[in-house]
Structure formats: structure tokens, C-alpha cells
């Protein structure tokens, strides 16, 4: 008998699915997308079951509008992985469901191959091929790319051309665009490049047998320092998964790691690479997603959201610096990309490789409870010397922007030598405040429990909680006086400063304000590799994975609020970003190194991370996480919470916490701690607290949180707050 009714998740906050009627001349697929009617909306659903009954009458169910795919959305295992997502992570099914397909899908638009624009030389164009193109080297770089054959738009973005160029040459009558479908080719004939291979040392070569020698799932963690040649690895283990006709994922943390990663890959193996991030437009994303699907690529390199692409036949999983904090979701699901991309390895069979040179403490714990295989890599790869450790200690020092008279002549030196010197900083703006030197009033946010940044280069200050801003203020609005003085350091004001110091120096500075631009990250990044800036700034975006072999000098400036911040994961991320930074120095065969500024440098942190190695930090962490009983050794679920009115959310909290403490699977290993403000206790005009929930088991926590959540959504106050669940959470602000 034909099901008369099809069971549809929806992207609505709800943990529920919603019958509908099936039409005769309508077949649904379990697993595909459909049309319904939702109120007075309609909504794009995702068909979960089938049956001929349903807890309301069968008259009062509305028929499902149309059906938009006659085959599924996802393969089986893939499926079956984002219904685990949505059960562990406690997030709605129809709003997991619909966050893991590229938005052209969620607005129903054909599960096909979208036109894509291409470029291709004129015949003009050849004949000037021919006779040379001056001093026009971008023009010239482009026309020879045309010169094998067409090239699509995408290509010229990934190697770092701009559009202007293009358009030049498009108006010279040179190049022309034409829009195009993708070729789906058959890759597997011969997948790597004729191109010099780097002669792999012991450690690389022991690695990569390792992971070869297994069958099935397996997961590996590769430690090994920076620069030691992980990528080289990563290259050697995909070749064989590609000579078998299947497929790789690579996941990088940031989109300003792609473009130096792709292009490593794709003058590597002669295969289609494709790539995930949010820089894509919809049709661009789509495209990349239906490649994986149907087997039009061999590779994909992409950020967080890459992990839950379809694949045709997936061989291997690579989670490169597979500690960094941006492979946690911080919104809707809350996943965490690398424990998720275990999970898929698990269910598909295959290897997985989490590469670091500083592994989290969880990961390392895996490790070396032997739950992972441990992969060492100890020494830098070709002939890069390690880099000489400094401290710096600016007590009673006159800091210049945050520059002190010893760095200063330390950068002169590295400068003089012909190299070039990365400062960073991780706090952008000019100003991170703006006082009346009269009376000490500061320009404060109305809507956020915090200061407004002074940015001069817009002239305007800015909240960067809520993102509200407003011109810059010139008058107290405490005592009326006109004397605004800024106080402390951003990225803004140390370029300006740099100018100064150094005006036969050319400063670039790479933040989030500098780089929104699509493809100026891209552009900065080569314009460095080619020598045009002799001294770098930047925030976290330029301490990740980055190749600057003329670097020689990296400088923190500012790490002092780390050593007493309340986060007990602050000490573990400075001693990452200490380690990653300095990694950037001596990448080449030019000895590197690394000056860290602090008031405070007998700190045992800091002496260990100079002295010792970030193994040593990692031993002495997890010690100390052990006698108190934090992650690795427990798992905490975060309840957050806000409202216009903070009595009702610190209330609504308090509900929460007797719900979880009087339930039946609550026992002596399970603690709740709070309610308390967050520590942005008012953020967008909206009052925050928050409830820990700290269990000694993953088990214990699911069933308690999936049998105590809908007796939460009944509270009286559960309507009046907004609020929300983070399964083992990163960041506790």
C-alpha cells in the first residue's frame, strides 16, 4: 500500500517533525527535499519517514506543494551523521538538516550544475601573446594562464588576480568571458603532476607508513613542530587514496590559509581541487558542493562548513592545525568540526589525520590514552634552523604604541639585514578605548558591557560586540571637556606609529577591517611572499600556517591578559598562538626569532614556553585539569540565556538548575554551577547569564540533557527568555 502521509523536518526552532499529505501524482523520497505550506509561508523540508498514520486526523494535514528531488540529499552514512549532529549537539533535526546544504538548496532552487563564468584568449589577444607585454606583469600572468585554454573566474580569485585586471584586458579586446556548465572528467587516469618533490626525512616517511599500513577507520594525530613538513605528509597520503579513484577532504581553520594551500595542491596532483568557504557566492558554493557529490573533483579544501559536503567516494579526512579555536561553531549548530570529522571517518571507514604543531589537550589526551595513533614530527623540515626564544621584560619601559626602545632597535637590525620583521597584535581598531583625560569618563557602548574601539582610519568608534557605531565623539559627555586622550594599542595606531619609526619601510597590516574586501587577503598575503613589505601586523589571521621564508623577527606585543584570564582554556591558547607565532620565523634557511613583550616574565607559563617545549606545557595542563576535574576529564554543557530584563533570566537559570539537579539520572559525578552574569553580562541591549553542567561522562550527559530539555521548554519562563545549549564549549564568554 502507497504511504499517504510523509513525515517532513523543518527549519523552525522546534524539536518536532510535521505530517503532511501525500499527493497521488507527488513521490516523495525519504532523505530529499520538498515544498509545504507552514502557516502562511512556504518552507523547504526535508522528507525523514513515511507512514499511513498520524496523531491528527488525515483531513486536517496539508498536501505537500512539490517535490524538488528525486534522488537523496545526502548518501546513507553521510545522513545518518547529521541525525547523530542534531542528537548530540541537542539542535532541532529540520534546522541541522538545512544548515548542512548550501543556501541555493535551502531556497529550493535544482540540485544541478549552475553556468559558471570562464575566461579565454581573443584572437587578438594570441597575436599579443606574441609581441610581449612590457612591464604589465599581471596582464601578462593572466594572458599566459589563458594561453593552454579557457580558465574560470574562480581560478583567477584562488591565484590572487583581481577583477580590474581582468576587465583591463577584457576592454583591450584581449580576453573575453563566456559562461559555461562544468565538464565532469574523468580524473583517475593520472593524478599527480610532473613537479620536484621534497626528499622526505625519517620521521615523514615512518608517518606516512603508518597511516598506509591501516585498514578501515583509524585516527592519527600528527604533532609534529612548525615547520616541519606536515603538508608534505598530508600530499604523500593522498596520493595513493587518489590512485584508487577516491577521494580527499582537507579542512583548514581560516579562509586566508586557502589560497597558499590550494595552489600547493593543485601544482601537486593533476586533479580537479575545489574549494569550501564563505567567501563563495551561492552558485559558486553549489558547484563545489555537487563536484564532491558526483565525482567531478578529487580534492576538497575548505573551512569548518566542508566537513558535511556529499561525497562520491571519500578515502581520507585532514584536519590541518586541527586546535584552532574556529573549528567550533559559535552559532545555530553548535558543532565542533574536528570531532565531527572523527565521527564521519568513523561511520565511512576511512583514515583520519589531525595535524598541529600544538595539539588541544583533548586531542593530546586521545593520544596518549591511545584512543589515536601519535605521529611525531620533532624536527623542521630542508635546512630551517629552530628559532632563538626571547623575553622581553617592559616594566618601567616608555612604550611607543606599544613598541619598547629594545624591540625597536631589535626590528632596526632584522630590517637593515635585508629581512622582513611580523609584529602581532591581536586587537584591531586604533584604540581599544577613548577617556576625557579631565575626569576619566570613557566612551561606552549603550547596548553592551563594553568600551567602544576608536578607529581612526573611519573616523568613527565602533562596539565590537554589537557591532553599533557612531562618529567619533569630541566632547565629554561626562564633564563637557574637550580633551579625549585614546588608551592603549590597536593595529590602526602601531601602523601609524611604524610610518613614523620607520618611513623607509613599507607596513602592511592584516586584520578583519584591512582584509573585507573579496580577495584582498589573497593579494596582501602574495603581495608579502614577493617582498613588497618589509614589516607585517597582524591579529590571529596572520599567525596561522602562513610561509614567509624572509620573516625573521615575530614579536608579541601584548600577552599579559592572558596569563590571568578566568577561562580556563586561556593559558592553553597562548601557549598555542605563542607556538604558532614564533613558528612563523626561520621558515627558510635564514635563523629566526622571537621577542615576546611582558610586565610579568618570571610567569611559570611564560618561563616554560621560552625554556621548555609546548609538550612540557601540555604534560604540566593536563596534569593540573586532571586534579580539577576540568576537560579532558569531565564534559560541560553551557546553558546561555538573555532577555531585556535580567531578573527574569537569572530566574529562568535557576528553574533550569533544579529541573537538572532533581532529575533521576542526575548523580554524585554530575555538578551545576550558576547561574551567573556571563562575563559580557549585557550584550546588543540584551542581559546574559549562563548555567555550567559538569558530568563525568559523554553518555550521562546526553540522556540527562535529552530527557530533562523538554521539561525546560515547559518552564514558565522558557517563552520569555532566549536561550541556548553548547555542547562541550570552547569560549565561556
Not at 574549494?275 to 558526483?294: C, F, P, Y
Not at 574556529?326 to 553548535?334: A, E, I, P, V
Not at 595542563?621 to 531578573?647: C, D, G, I, V
Request: charged share 20%.
Amino acid at each position: 500500500m502507497r504511504p499517504l502521509i510523509a513525515r517532513v523536518a523543518l527549519p523552525v526552532p522546534l524539536d518536532k517533525q510535521f505530517d503532511y499529505q501525500i499527493p497521488s501524482h507527488l513521490f516523495p523520497i525519504v532523505g530529499g527535499r520538498v515544498s509545504v505550506p507552514f502557516g502562511r509561508q512556504t518552507l523547504v523540508g526535508i522528507v525523514t519517514s513515511f507512514s499511513n498514520e498520524s496523531e491528527f486526523g488525515f483531513d486536517k494535514l496539508k498536501p505537500i506543494k512539490q517535490v524538488l528531488d528525486s534522488q537523496p540529499v545526502w548518501p546513507e552514512k553521510l545522513y545518518g551523521l547529521l541525525l547523530w549532529c542534531s542528537q548530540f549537539y541537542q539542535y532541532p533535526l529540520g534546522d541541522t538538516l538545512l544548515n548542512a546544504m548550501p543556501s541555493a538548496l535551502r531556497k529550493g532552487k535544482p540540485a544541478d550544475f549552475a553556468t559558471l563564468v570562464e575566461w579565454r584568449l581573443t584572437i587578438t589577444g594570441r597575436d599579443q601573446l606574441m609581441q610581449g607585454f612590457g612591464r604589465a606583469i599581471k596582464q601578462e600572468k593572466v594572458m599566459r594562464m589563458l594561453e593552454p585554454g579557457a580558465v574560470s573566474h574562480q581560478r583567477f580569485i584562488d591565484e590572487e588576480v583581481s577583477s580590474s585586471v581582468l576587465k583591463t584586458l577584457a576592454e583591450k579586446g584581449w580576453i573575453e568571458s563566456v559562461e559555461t556548465k562544468p565538464v565532469i572528467r574523468d580524473w583517475r587516469q593520472h593524478v599527480e603532476a610532473n613537479v620536484d618533490k621534497p626528499k622526505l626525512n625519517a620521521e615523514q616517511a615512518i608517518a606516512i607508513a603508518t597511516v598506509n599500513s591501516g585498514e578501515g577507520f583509524g585516527c592519527y594525530l600528527l604533532e609534529g613542530v612548525t615547520g616541519s613538513g606536515k603538508t608534505e605528509v598530508y600530499l604523500n597520503l593522498i596520493k595513493p587514496v587518489l590512485e584508487q579513484g577516491k577521494q580527499a577532504l582537507v579542512l583548514v581553520p581560516e579562509i586566508g590559509l586557502t589560497p597558499q594551500t590550494i595552489n600547493r595542491f593543485r601544482k601537486r596532483f593533476d586533479v580537479p581541487v575545489e574549494v569550501i568557504h564563505s567567501g563563495l557566492n551561492d552558485t559558486e558554493r553549489l558547484n563545489a558542493w555537487l563536484s564532491a557529490r558526483d565525482n567531478a573533483c578529487g580534492i576538497v579544501i575548505g573551512t569548518r562548513s566542508a566537513l558535511l559536503t556529499p561525497f562520491n567516494d571519500l578515502g581520507i579526512i585532514i584536519v590541518d592545525e586541527e586546535h584552532d579555536a574556529s573549528y567550533k561553531q559559535q552559532d545555530s549548530l553548535r558543532y565542533h568540526a574536528r570531532d565531527v570529522a572523527v565521527m564521519r571517518a568513523n561511520k565511512e571507514q576511512i583514515p583520519i589525520v589531525l595535524g598541529s604543531a600544538t595539539p588541544a589537550l583533548e586531542t593530546l589526551h586521545n593520544a596518549l590514552a591511545g584512543k589515536y595513533h601519535h605521529l611525531v614530527l620533532s624536527s623542521r623540515a630542508g635546512n630551517a634552523t629552530p628559532t632563538t626564544n626571547k623575553v622581553l621584560d617592559v616594566k618601567g619601559l616608555y612604550l611607543e604604541s606599544g613598541l619598547s626602545a629594545p624591540l625597536i632597535a631589535e626590528m632596526r637590525k632584522h630590517l637593515e639585514a635585508g629581512n622582513q620583521v611580523m609584529l602581532f597584535l591581536n586587537r584591531r581598531g586604533f584604540s581599544p578605548a577613548l577617556m576625557c583625560h579631565e575626569c576619566g569618563w570613557i566612551a561606552e557602548c549603550k547596548r553592551c558591557d563594553a568600551y567602544y574601539t576608536y578607529h581612526q582610519y573611519s573616523n568613527e568608534i565602533r562596539c565590537h560586540h554589537c557591532g553599533s557605531q557612531q562618529p567619533i565623539i569630541h566632547q565629554c559627555q561626562g564633564c563637557g571637556s574637550t580633551h579625549l586622550v585614546t588608551v592603549g594599542v590597536g593595529t590602526e595606531q602601531l601602523e601609524k606609529q611604524l610610518a613614523e619609526l620607520f618611513p623607509e619601510y613599507k607596513t602592511i597590516r592584516i586584520d578583519r577591517d584591512s582584509t573585507r574586501r573579496k580577495g584582498s587577503l589573497e593579494s596582501a598575503l602574495g603581495a608579502i611572499r614577493n617582498g613588497e613589505y618589509q614589516i607585517l601586523i597582524g591579529t590571529q589571521m596572520l599567525a596561522k600556517g602562513h610561509h614567509f621564508p624572509d620573516v625573521t623577527l615575530v614579536a608579541l606585543l601584548d600577552v599579559d591578559g592572558s596569563l590571568y584570564s578566568s577561562d580556563f582554556r586561556a593559558s592553553e591558547r597562548l601557549a598555542q598562538l605563542f607556538i604558532q607565532v614564533a613558528g612563523r620565523a626561520g621558515r627558510a634557511s635564514k635563523p629566526g626569532e622571537v621577542v615576546l613583550q611582558t610586565h610579568h616574565p618570571e610567569h611559570s607559563l611564560l618561563q616554560a614556553l621560552l625554556t621548555k617545549s609546548y609538550r612540557h606545557f601540555a604534560d604540566t595542563a593536563l596534569e593540573e585539569r586532571k586534579l580539577a576535574q576540568l576537560p579532558p576529564y569531565s564534559f560541560l554543557t553551557l546553558f546561555r540565556a538573555e532577555a531585556n530584563q535580567s531578573e527574569v533570566v537569572e530566574e529562568f537559570l535557576r528553574q533550569v538548575r533544579h529541573t537538572l539537579e532533581f532529575h533521576p539520572l542526575f548523580d554524585d559525578y554530575c555538578l551545576v554551577l550558576g547561574p551567573t552574569p556571563a562575563p559580557l553580562a549585557k550584550r546588543a541591549g540584551k542581559y546574559r547569564w549562563q548555567l555550567l553542567l559538569q558530568t563525568q561522562s559523554r553518555p550521562t550527559m546526553q540522556k540527562l540533557l535529552s530527557s530533562a530539555k523538554p521539561v525546560i521548554q515547559m518552564l514558565p519562563h522558557a517563552k520569555k527568555v532566549r536561550w541556548t545549549l553548547d555542547i562541550e564549549p570552547q569560549d565561556l564568554s
